[in-house]
C-alpha cells in the first residue's frame, strides 16, 4: 500500500503549457504539503494545506495553484509553464497532533519544461 | 532558512558504523533534532528524532550533547541501500504541521 502517492511521475512538457501533478495520500493526514526540489537539490516548500484550507503560501508565482478537493488529495495546477519550474515536486503529508509530525513524502514527480 | 550545520559529503565502508555530526547552536529549549534522508529519486524519508536524551530505533541511533548545540547520527552498520543525502533539521515541539525546513544535508556514499 502506498501512503504518498503522486502521478504522473514524469511529466516532460513545452513552454506554456499547463500542466496539474496530482497527490493522494491514504494516512488519514489533515495536512498536506508541496515541495520543490531543483536542479541543485535543494528543497523547499511551496504550500501546505491544513483540511483543505491554505495555510503556507511560499512566494511562489501564481502560476502555480494548488487545490485540495478533500482532505486526502492536494493537486498542483501549474499555468503558462516556464524553463525553470523544471524540478522535482514532492508531495507530503503529516497529521497535526502526532508527538513528532512525522512527515511522510511521496515518490516526486519529475516536470521537464522544453 | 535552515539552523543547522552539516559537512556535505561523507564516504563510510560498507559494514561499517556511519557517525554524521550536525551543529546546531541556536537550538532553543523546545526545540527537536530530527534526522531524514533522501535516497536517490526518491522522498524524503524520517529516521529519528530527539529532545536531549539519546534515542535508538530499528533505523539508527541518535546521539545529542550534553548542551544539546550538535549531535550525531549513527547507522550502526551501513550497507549500500544507506547511501543517500542526509539532513539534520531543528524544530519546535510545538511546530504542528509547519513546513520541514532543509539544509544541504550530507552525502553520504557507502562503498563497498
Known amino acids: 500500500d502506498t501512503a504518498v502517492s503522486q502521478t504522473p511521475k514524469y511529466l516532460v512538457t513545452q513552454m506554456g503549457n499547463d500542466k496539474s501533478i496530482k497527490c493522494e495520500q491514504n494516512?488519514?493526514?489533515?495536512?498536506m504539503y508541496w515541495y520543490k526540489q531543483d536542479s541543485k537539490k535543494f528543497l523547499k516548500i511551496m504550500f501546505s494545506y491544513n483540511n483543505k484550507e491554505l495555510i503556507i503560501n511560499e512566494t511562489v508565482p501564481n502560476r502555480f495553484s494548488p487545490k485540495s478537493p478533500d482532505k486526502a488529495h492536494l493537486n498542483l495546477h501549474i499555468n503558462s509553464l516556464e524553463l525553470g519550474d523544471s524540478a522535482v515536486y514532492f508531495c507530503?503529508?503529516?497529521?497535526?497532533?502526532?508527538?513528532?509530525?512525522?512527515?511522510?513524502f511521496g515518490p516526486g514527480t519529475r516536470l521537464t519544461v522544453l | 532558512d535552515a539552523k543547522t550545520t552539516q559537512p556535505p559529503s561523507m564516504d563510510c565502508a560498507e559494514g561499517r558504523a556511519a557517525n554524521l555530526p550536525c551543529n546546531h547552536s541556536?537550538?532553543?529549549?523546545?526545540?527537536?533534532v530530527y534526522w531524514y534522508r533522501q535516497i536517490h529519486s526518491q522522498g524524503p524519508q524520517y529516521i529519528i528524532h530527539?529532545?536531549?536524551n539519546n534515542e535508538t530505533n530499528e533505523m539508527a541511533s541518535l546521539i545529542i550533547t550534553e548542551d544539546r548545540k550538535s549531535s550525531t547520527l549513527i547507522l550502526p552498520h551501513a550497507t549500500l541501500r544507506d547511501t543517500a543525502v542526509y539532513y539534520c533539521?531543528?524544530?519546535?515541539?510545538?511546530?504542528?504541521?509547519?513546513?520541514?525546513?532543509f539544509g544541504k544535508g550530507t552525502r553520504l556514499s557507502v562503498i563497498a
Open positions: 494516512l488519514g493526514h489533515d495536512t
Open positions: 533539521i531543528v524544530r519546535g515541539v510545538y511546530s504542528g504541521n509547519t513546513p520541514l525546513v
Open positions: 541556536t537550538i532553543s529549549g523546545n526545540e527537536y
Open positions: 507530503a503529508s503529516s497529521q497535526e497532533g502526532v508527538s513528532y509530525n512525522e512527515q511522510f
Open positions: 530527539g529532545l536531549k
